[in-house]
């Protein structure tokens, strides 16, 4: 059973940090690109930030470059999201996506996409 399973989450104060995790199972975890969306009340959902299979390349939101890292460690068949000097407008439930897309003499052929349940995350003082 494919599980993508996020913790970490919690209430912190303005200028706090936060590290997120995303806990993967039932796949081969090192083949897939990870990524973190998240959703503010209200809102429709928000790409965050990628990484690909090896951790070589990383991408960010304008909203959250500078202040979060994220980085995998496939060892462990887990990603992370390093949140630092938080603002109130990064509140959101937090979700890691797992995605795999199959090419077939360059063409595109399909791919597998994977869903935590999500973690919030509130920034208020």
């Known amino acids: 059973e494919v599980q993508l399973v996020e913790s970490g989450g919690g209430m912190v104060q303005p200028g706090g940090s936060l590290r997120l995790s995303c806990a993967a199972s039932?796949?081969?975890?090192?083949?897939?690109?990870m990524s973190w969306v998240r959703q503010a009340p209200g809102k429709g959902p928000e790409w965050v930030s990628h990484i690909t299979t090896g951790g070589g390349s990383t991408y960010y939101a304008d909203s959250v470059k500078g202040r979060f890292t994220i980085s995998r460690d496939n060892a462990k068949n887990t990603m992370y999201l390093q949140m630092n000097s938080l603002k109130p407008e990064d509140t959101a439930v937090y979700y890691c996506?797992?995605?795999?897309?199959?090419?077939?003499?360059?063409?595109?052929?399909?791919?597998?996409?994977?869903w935590g349940q999500g973690t919030q995350v509130t920034v208020s003082s």
């Open positions: 996506n797992a995605q795999i897309i199959f090419y077939g003499n360059s063409y595109y052929q399909g791919q597998y996409d994977y």
């Open positions: 039932g796949f081969t975890f090192s083949s897939y690109d």
